[in-house]
């Protein structure tokens, strides 16, 4: 059983507004950039192309993108945060200040999944009032959305804190982004539904995990989804506690931390 | 009664790559204590240290910090140590004042607390003006300072410089050893490693000599001093110097026509020079040692150590 005293407290609040003061400096880099993208996507995923598409599941084209390109933005922005600390203070050596410190190895991985899930939802809230624009707001369930982008975050979070103990070089944080993150989420259904897929590529997709949050957050807003929401729940919990475990474990040994 | 601030027992460590680091070392510092641990590069000082500090994980052995042995209840014994490493380590991005506080707070110490540790030892340390300032746009010296400061900031029990001195002018080292002597005056231990030996000499109390991951010594400070035979003293005189008679027990070179070499020998001390100068009507200006006591030691054992 954990108990957290009031030290460990101090420390978690501390490490949280590093976190956001860090990319609260730079939010040029970090807030404004998915903006931009969003805009284009809208632009010419939703209004061009998606003009000639038609409606899905009596939504537009645009409203029908709108849950995944949000889920998108908040993942990758997680991630992206906890990878680029975690990875910039290791190299800075800057990561030895919290090593020497007595702060419990959950305190440091909590600190850094709340910066995580900060910037992931800084980011979906700039994305939201970005798509008033373009879209038309719907909300069906709110507490199964705000669930599901929370989760969806603290996930992603804890991929990229793993991701920076991995990693040796510049090139291992850009990796995992690049060769497995957006393949399975440009995969994972933001532009279309899966039961437009072959039968085959529909089997294949089911075994994307992205797939079943992208799901989790359209049934949120819009009430529709390609599978079960209760089958997408049961997933995303249980990715969560599976990075939870590698996360304080790869921490109890110290892998890239402490030689 | 005084606890130990640091017991190390059977210490060692090998890296992944199958290189043994330190064999079985064992070394006791007493609270209170500057203790000195001096080798050369690569013998395992900053190895030793890392372990103290939870940053390298040791392969066997123990060790205790003020009694909290840190396989047991290692946040405890972190709690007691001040580390300031050898390479700058904070964040340049962040400002001097926050590096502090952000530190304090990984020690639990409340923002409003910290608030007041960081003016104190930024004023006591000459960079309170500096303190709204980015850390990377800060002096080569101010950067030491910074890291003592920050490593002060949760009032440690036990104080690890690792070479805190390497690079700062010597304005900058007197100001860092004054207060270093201020801080251990004050019951704070403190170890540490540098390549200045007249450093060592001045500072600590007690000294350990490691080469190649073994101690070669561990005692005091002036019991090691002592073991030094022959000594040496360059002497400045008033008016030209010439070659005095009867000085078969002292070795003489002339450096210039003020000044001269004589190496003292086991048996004889500065005294008896100074009264065959006297009679010799030599004036003796001014003297000093030609090295450091403590350098000539450490070369001596380091190169005995090569030897065997």
Known sequence: ?259 | MNLDALVIKKLSKIYANGFQALYNIDLKVSEGDFFALLGPNGAGKSTTIGIITSLIKKSRGSVKIFDTDIDKNFTKAKSYVGLVPQEFNFNTFEPVREILINQAGYYGIQKDISKDNAYYLLKKLGLWDKRYQVSRNLSGGMKRRLMIARALIHKPKLLILDEPTAGADIEVRRLMWDYLKEINNNGTTIILTTHYLEEAEKLCKNIAIIDKGKILENKSMKDFLSELRNEEFILYTEGKFKMPLNLNNFNINKIDDNSFSVIIKDGFNINDLLDILTKEDIKIKSMKNKTSRLEELFIRLVENNDKN
Request: charged share 10%.
């Open chain 1, 1 to 259: 059983m954990i108990k957290i005293n009031n030290s460990q407290f101090v420390a978690y609040i501390t490490i949280v507004r590093k976190e956001v003061l860090r990319f609260s400096r730079i939010w040029k880099q970090t807030i404004i950039p998915p903006v931009i993208t969003n805009v284009l996507y809208f632009i010419i995923f939703g209004n061009l192309i998606g003009a000639r598409i038609g409606k899905i599941d009596s939504y537009t084209y645009t409203d029908f993108i709108f849950p995944g390109l949000l889920l998108m933005s908040v993942i990758t922005h997680s991630y992206t945060n906890t990878v680029s600390s975690l990875y910039i203070s290791k190299y800075h050596r800057h990561i030895e200040e919290l090593l020497v410190s007595p702060i419990e190895n959950y305190t440091i991985l909590l600190g850094f999944i709340t910066g995580g899930v900060i910037r992931g939802i800084a980011v979906g809230i700039v994305v939201i009032l970005v798509a008033q624009l373009f879209v038309t707001f719907t909300m069906q369930y709110i507490l199964l959305t705000v669930i599901i982008i929370f989760l969806s975050s603290t996930l992603f979070s804890m991929c990229g804190f793993l991701n920076g103990l991995f990693a040796n070089d510049w090139d291992d944080i850009n990796v995992i982004p690049t060769f497995i993150m957006t393949p399975l989420t440009y995969l994972g259904g933001i532009f279309f539904s899966i039961n437009m897929l072959p039968d085959v590529w529909r089997e294949i997709a089911l075994f994307n995990p992205i797939l079943y949050l992208i799901n989790g957050l359209r049934f949120g807003m819009l009430g529709v989804s390609d599978i079960d929401i209760s089958i997408a729940i049961v997933i995303i919990v249980f990715f969560n506690v599976l990075m939870l475990y590698l996360c304080l474990h790869y921490l109890k040994l110290g892998k890239g931390l402490r030689t």
